[in-house]
T-cell receptor, first 114, second 110 residues
Framework: AQSVTQLGSHVSVSEGALVLLRCNYSSSVPPYLFWYVQYPNQGLQLLLKYTTGATLVKGINGFEAEFKKSETSFHLTKPSAHMSDAAEYFCAVRNMEYGNKLVFGAGTILRVKS | DSGVTQTPKHLITATGQRVTLRCSPRSGDLSVYWYQQSLDQGLQFLIQYYNGEERAKGNILERFSAQQFPDLHSELNLSSLELGDSALYFC?????????FGSGTRLTVV
């Protein structure tokens, strides 16, 4: 079965610093991977996704993620953090064994310090 | 607006009661997924429907049920509510390219 592990439930960075949110997956088949962002009291917004093809995926708001099969990782990065990036971020993998549902990690809360 | 509509946005009800949450998927999407988000359990998959038929079941309690109607909207019914059912309930729809989430229904059981 597919699963996702997000390392670090809380990450704190200074404004302008590199953002790195870690995600490792487990999958017996080539995975479809996703990053979602959730702002306080809002729903889940898709940042980016990897299905096939290019392993470096660019998303919205300057975020990108790289699929590394050898490391079973899909880490999310942004070169320079903005205050508006403060939110909770979820990594997810598509479970193709049973209905194509998304399986989510526990989430990482990103705090941006001024 | 994501294209997935959930109503109501907020719901406050007493223990033992029954509520119905509604979801309208994006136009053309046949799959609907329900998730529960709580502080202690995170985002948990409840159930999926595809074109009116149940496709997959997750950690859904027997007190909960769902259905998808011919117009593809879906309803999640929660009965005999307990304090622990207080959570944010999300609906998502999907096509071959990805998944789109609604803004959720926040259920508070008092």
């Amino acid at each position: 079965a597919q699963s996702v592990t997000q390392l670090g439930s809380h990450v704190s960075v200074s404004e302008g610093a590199l953002v790195l949110l870690r995600c490792n997956y487990s999958s017996s088949v080539p995975p479809y991977l996703f990053w979602y962002v959730q702002y306080p009291n809002q729903g889940l917004q898709l940042l980016l996704k990897y299905t096939t093809g290019a392993t470096l995926v660019k998303g919205i708001n300057g975020f990108e993620a790289e699929f590394k099969k050898s490391e079973t990782s899909f880490h999310l990065t942004k070169p320079s953090a903005h205050m508006s990036d403060a939110a909770e971020y979820f990594c997810a993998v598509r479970n193709m064994e049973y209905g194509n549902k998304l399986v989510f990690g526990a989430g990482t809360i990103l705090r941006v310090k001024s | 607006d994501s294209g997935v509509t959930q109503t109501p946005k907020h719901l406050i009800t007493a223990t033992g009661q029954r509520v119905t949450l509604r979801c309208s998927p994006r136009s053309g999407d046949l799959s609907v997924y329900w998730y529960q988000q709580s502080l202690d359990q995170g985002l948990q998959f409840l159930i999926q429907y595809y074109n009116g038929e149940e496709r997959a079941k997750g950690n859904i309690l027997e007190r909960f049920s769902a259905q998808q109607f011919p117009d593809l909207h879906s309803e999640l019914n929660l009965s005999s509510l307990e304090l622990g059912d207080s959570a944010l309930y999300f609906c998502a729809s999907s096509d071959s390219y990805g998944y789109t989430f609604g803004s959720g229904t926040r259920l508070t059981v008092v």
